[in-house]
């Protein structure tokens, strides 16, 4: 689909997966629109993209810099939704304020921009590439609100795709990686040192602080391949509707399918063998 003019919109590009994208698209000709609710982008990405603030949880901002893009170039022929964080820790556990904000940033912000997307869209087409997670499918213990999260901006972007397969030239994907190496275990694990903790979970949080179900260990993949995967789903024709990254995460939606009695204590006994290694090594 790319042409030598061809524009898109990025969030969460000032770090890990975003800024890994970024790159990607300004090496494959795009003009790239960065955008972060920090504005400290690394110096890769400063030089070669459009750097601007944006806060997906603030309306008007989005509906400011989707014009502002319209207005410079005339287009927007792709919008990737990657802003993200995760809250962790049980259920039982998790302020619910904090569980809100997340949705926020993960399933209202996503929506906010593509209702504002849309309008430009419809008139020229265009692709809506959002970076979900396999723990969209299937959900891990200690982060349930956040898989939370990314089934339900799952379901959203389902329903959209259905939705505009009437109209010419628009196209909506999913990108669903596992675990990748960027700063995303470091920011929820600072949110588990405040946490009140109930005895009843310490595996749990065994498992959250020493194990890999934040980090995947030496399961991770790097932002490169997730970058390389959005590319695809930007540019492939046609494009499809989901895009697993790596063996790895198209086994752990295998395991979506299977019975609760079998899917259960291959969470938990990944978590406990996992922070085990972990102390270990």
């Known amino acids: 689909m790319a042409t030598g003019d061809s524009v898109v919109l990025l969030t969460g590009a000032a770090s890990g997966i975003g800024a890994a994208t970024a790159r990607a698209f300004a090496d494959d000709g795009w003009t790239v629109y960065a955008t972060d609710v920090r504005t400290e982008f690394p110096t890769a990405v400063r030089e070669r993209c459009r750097c601007l603030e944006l806060d997906v949880t603030d309306g008007e901002q989005v509906e400011a810099v989707v014009d502002r893009i319209i207005a410079e170039t005339g287009r927007l022929d792709c919008l990737v939704n990657n802003a993200g964080y995760a809250v962790a820790g049980p259920a039982e556990d998790v302020d619910g304020d904090d569980v809100r904000k997340q949705f926020d940033v993960l399933v209202h912000g996503p929506h906010r921009l593509v209702q504002a997307v849309l309008p430009e869209m419809r008139e020229r087409g265009g692709r809506i590439v959002t970076v979900s997670s396999v723990l969209g499918h299937t959900a891990s213990p200690g982060l349930g609100a956040y898989s939370a999260g990314k089934a339900a901006v799952e379901s959203l972007t389902d329903a959209l795709r259905i939705e505009v397969a009437d109209t010419e030239g628009v196209h909506v994907s999913l990108v669903e990686p596992a675990w990748v190496e960027t700063g995303f275990a470091e920011g929820a694990l600072e949110g ?83 922070a085990a290694l972990g102390r270990w090594l």
Do not use: C, M
């Open 192 to 274: 588990l040192r405040d946490a009140n903790r109930t005895p009843t979970y310490d595996r749990t949080y065994d498992a959250l602080e020493d194990g890999w179900v934040l980090t995947g260990g030496p399961l991770a993949t790097t932002p490169e391949t997730v970058a390389t995967t959005v590319l695809a789903a930007a540019t492939d024709d046609p494009p499809k509707a989901r895009y697993p990254v790596g063996a790895f995460a198209a086994f752990v939606r295998w395991t979506h399918w299977l019975p609760a009695r079998l899917q259960d204590p291959i969470h938990r006994g990944f978590g406990r063998v996992s």
